[in-house]
């Protein structure tokens, strides 16, 4: 097996796209926080009176996805149409699902936009939720759903 | 319970560290990736002639700790002192685990930092596995290790 | 009245403009400096001698313009293709205007992107000037002139 | 006059601060955004089920503090410890007040991240709301208070 | 002659590309380091045991490629496709010779990309040697080729 | 010989530097711009009527020395108290010459700084003259004065 983004020689690339025609890509990625079900229970009731959590991490996940040239090295830098976040709280369980969806007419796909995204909105989260609540894990980071592009549709299963 | 990223009326603040004293701060952050075992034979085996996956990445987070207050809207900007990360690859298990330490002497902790390190460097290594691995998956991402600051020494213990 | 910035959950997105076909985009967007006339007439005579406080003014604006993506959370990263920032000086009044012009062939508009350029441009007169005059005010932030998209010609009358 | 943005030959320079000594420095700038009443009405009822105008807008000028020494290119970068910003809302004529607070103990005033964070702020309420309402305008963007520092402190009467 | 970075009157301006048609670019730009020959001894043998100082510089210089429009103040923002970075190295004469190539499909070319990126790599390798060889030089930064656009192909000769 | 920037094991690092006391540091670097004749000529005779190639110059060179933390990877944020960039032209043997001075207080040097900042103003220049002058090259990138720290004054000889 050998890693598209080194040349022969091993040496790290940004991989040429530029032969590649455009095409309509989506991808969608995903994060689960498990927080203690308190904690879950003060970010939904107290949304207005005490300050939108998920609100902050919806807007740092959307700045995210604008970021993710800057953060992964070998990345394309990416002019993104779309960047949606939504949440899904389960206080009996104390965990916060994420998802991302970025959408794009580019060369290449967008799956690190998404994920980066999802994971900028986790660790948005936890930064506001680390002063009472330290063992905050999040986990599931990955890939769930990729549109467009030569390798067709990905959906995950479980 | 409430957040101290947000007023009393619920408005999100960077809250004001101006009167707190500068100490020595340490935060150890990691996440663990689960790759299929053939990829993480690849990226061992590999690193000379295929290229170095783990250098890309490690470079990647370190990078990634210096953007933490780009990324983290109500983060302070911190002047960090030391970033190191080392991985812990189970090529049976098919996991590489990321380990991130941040330090500096600041008026606020580099939880953050060392978070948004090990999440980079984890996010890199997808990258440039995803071509063959599209199911990888990002888990157990959290602190491990705080030191410094009013509220002492926070160590995990699972 | 609704704001598409937001789905129909009140959720912010960043709007999908990806079924759009890109048109020729152009926005001129102006600001008002009101400062001592003594601070104007320093500006102005002591271009060549002193300092040109317009010059570093209009290329912060450029750089402002490229920015905007940064700045203003759920704008689109837009490949802008030309920035020009003018300015005009009325010496007895003691103002200084400053207008923007962007334009590019894009999915989405450049208002932002030419508010932003001449906000930039106007602050960075603020900065250079503020030592001897701290009264400076900036104001009349708006678009004069919209061209490209199905909204068609702005043209601002007052 | 001259500009101790530039020295004795009128070249642009960051002037040399390292010999003064930190102190804690606090600032708020101020603008005002004028719109039609209704936009204003829509902000303020359409809080909850239409979006978080405001909200989004307050990260967003939280964070443009935090870019200031990228976009203003004289200004020194400094590690802020506080921003806040607050808005006042007067729906019958039709403005959004908005005052940002920011400190930091260093050897140079916040002036310009208070006057950024508002402008920021305010430019993003811009963003939000021009879908329906074109003829906004941001206007009294300016210092109101300034404190630390030899020149002490400034308190704008007007 | 003239700069077409300014308009008539001598002011900076983004050049107004937005009628010129997009056509496949490359550039490639160079630039060599000077050091004692022991120190690139130590880059070469100390590969594996010591630190991969190329591979560091190498990453650099990619990530440098995407951010010449922060750093050069008129370029325009170009979605690259391809960056590439080899590195020559001559133990005997002390020199490492950086080469850098970008690729897009834009409306102008990358010859600033090209020469960004050599230069940061370049200057990275500065960085991870200058405590044992403060003498280092780097020179010969200069544009060797250049194709698409109208001007057509520029080859270097010396 | 080995490189303070990896750990033993080669891995790279940003180097520890928490335990180090800060203190005053100063560096200059510079960089010299072989062009035609005449293209020198049209810069110094131009700087009015046709645009002030030196001055964005300048400008790029500043703002440069606060992004040096985004370029070299393993360098630390610091915070830049002073930046002053001169230029030495010289008509007949069609150079100019740059010059950077960066001061702050911190833990570690300011070498990087000084040197990005002199190679970015070189780089803006190259790219305003590469129009009609496409064979620039820009040589003798090096650090000329070191002071601060342990490793006391550095004083380039040639």
Chains 1, 2, 3, 4, 5, 6 share one sequence.
Not at 47 to 60: Q, Y
């Amino acid at each position: 097996m050998s890693f598209n983004h080194f040349d022969a020689s091993g040496n790290a690339i940004m991989v040429d796209v530029s032969q590649k025609t455009p095409t309509m890509r989506t991808a969608v990625a995903g994060a689960v926080l498990t927080l203690k079900p308190e904690t879950v229970q003060s970010i939904v009731s107290g949304k207005m009176a005490k300050g939108d959590v998920l609100g902050v991490a919806r807007l740092a996940g959307i700045a995210g996805a604008k970021k993710t040239p800057d953060l992964i090295p070998l990345s394309h830098p990416l002019a993104i149409h779309h960047v949606a976040i939504e949440f899904e709280v389960d206080e009996a369980k104390g965990t916060i699902g994420v998802m991302a969806t970025v959408r794009a007419f580019e060369r290449t796909g967008v799956e690190m936009e998404a994920m980066t995204a999802a994971t900028v909105a986790a660790l948005t989260v936890y930064d506001m939720c680390k002063g009472t609540d330290k063992g905050i894990v999040i986990s599931d980071v990955k890939l769930h759903y990729k549109e467009g592009g030569k390798s067709g549709v990905f959906k995950r299963e479980d």
